[in-house]
């Protein structure tokens, strides 16, 4: 069973930047590198959104609304997904959790999650 621990989260002033990062454990270097990483966030009173996907070889989505400001990426070497939030804004503020879904699977694991506030 994979675990997935989140970090980096906090306060930060609109405008500001958050790196956060997921680290797994529990599986494998080789399966880690094949499987989907991702981030989703839920906001107060809000349904839980996609933030960003990356694919095994690399491909990225990402919502709408978080386009040209987040940059999802990965280390497979470190069994890591990393999330770059630059020009954060009060509606980023959410619980982010990390999302792993491993090859061959239709369902994912989450982390715990971790609270983002933006907010002067």
């Known amino acids: 069973q994979v675990q997935l621990e989140e970090s980096g989260g906090g306060l930060v002033q609109p405008g500001g930047s958050l790196r956060l990062s997921c680290a797994a454990s529990?599986?494998?270097?080789?399966?880690?590198?094949?499987?989907?990483m991702g981030w989703d966030r839920q906001a107060p009173g809000k349904q839980r959104e996609l933030v960003a996907r990356i694919s095994n070889i690399g491909n990225t989505n990402y919502a709408d609304s978080v386009k040209g400001r987040f940059t999802i990426s990965r280390d497979n070497a470190k069994r890591t997904v990393y999330l770059e939030m630059n020009s954060l804004k009060p509606e980023d503020t959410a619980v982010y959790y990390c999302?792993?879904?491993?090859?061959?699977?239709?369902?994912?694991?989450w982390g715990q999650g971790i609270q983002v506030t933006v907010s002067s």
């Open positions: 999302i792993f879904r491993r090859p061959g699977s239709t369902t994912d694991s």
């Open positions: 529990g599986v494998t270097g080789v399966i880690f590198a094949l499987s989907v």
